[in-house]
């Protein structure tokens, strides 16, 4: 039956004048267009789409960007399938005594703090990530402060959902050299999926609505069978 009307559908073609086939796929476009601009958001506040398990592109990302999924919103930092984030003012230091409270607002990219080998830091994002119950982002850290010898911890999905501020959980690689590191620093970039329908049980997790970058949270871990 595919295959029957694919074979209507190229007769079809055929017979259009070629002005008009160029018209009509214009029209498509246009059309197309429309409802992602018009209807960017349902009634429950995700995110539309048109097919399912969308990878999105700039574009995309960009109007959901500017309706809140990022805030504050830079279109400077929308990369072609991605969105940089930058890192935040607090952070928190491992040490033999526990986290350390750290306040990098007082260094700057031409005095920055610098992590010694092994140092392991949480971060916050200055973003702050709204997510529709539809949209699922990864965060990967950018190539440069990778090439650093910077290493951020695998956790990296951000469930359909989330909001909030993003934990960063950031640690020096390297053997023998400090890395250096302050706020506003471009640290890395999300990257986002879109869904036709919304999770049935969207993220309103232990760590959802954070404001400030947050050690580990006791809560269900233990699978009870």
């Known amino acids: 039956a595919r295959e029957d009307f694919k074979k209507r559908l190229d007769d079809i073609v055929e017979q259009l004048p070629q002005g008009l086939l160029h018209r009509l796929v214009e029209d498509a476009q246009f ?3 429309c409802i992602t601009r018009k209807n960017n958001r ?3 506040g995700e995110a539309k789409n048109l097919l399912p398990g969308n990878v999105l592109i700039d574009r995309r990302i960009a109007e959901l960007a500017q309706n809140g999924m990022v805030e ?4 400077e930092c929308v990369q072609p399938c991605s969105y940089d984030v930058h890192l935040g ?3 928190k230091l491992e040490t033999p005594d526990g986290f350390k409270d750290l306040d990098l607002s007082i260094y700057s990219d031409t005095c920055p703090l ?3 080998p092994g140092c392991f830091i949480l971060g916050e994002t200055v973003e702050i990530i709204r997510l529709p119950d539809n949209v699922e982002a990864h965060l ?5 402060r990778a090439r650093e010898g910077l290493q951020h911890a695998v956790s990296g999905l951000v469930d359909a959902g989330w909001q909030g501020i993003l934990t960063l959980e950031l640690k020096n690689n390297l053997r023998y050299n400090s890395i250096p590191i302050y706020q506003g620093l471009r640290i890395a970039q999300l990257t986002f999926f879109e869904y036709m329908e919304s999770a049935l049980n969207p993220y309103r997790g232990r760590y959802f609505g954070d404001t400030h970058v947050s050690t580990s949270k006791s809560g ?3 699978l009870v069978t």
């Open 31 to 33: 059309f197309l267009d």
């Open 42 to 44: 349902g009634n429950s």
């Open 72 to 75: 504050p919103f830079n279109p």
């Open 89 to 91: 003012r607090r952070a």
């Open 114 to 116: 610098m992590m010694a």
């Open 140 to 144: 990967h850290l950018v190539s440069s």
């Open 220 to 222: 269900k871990d233990l």
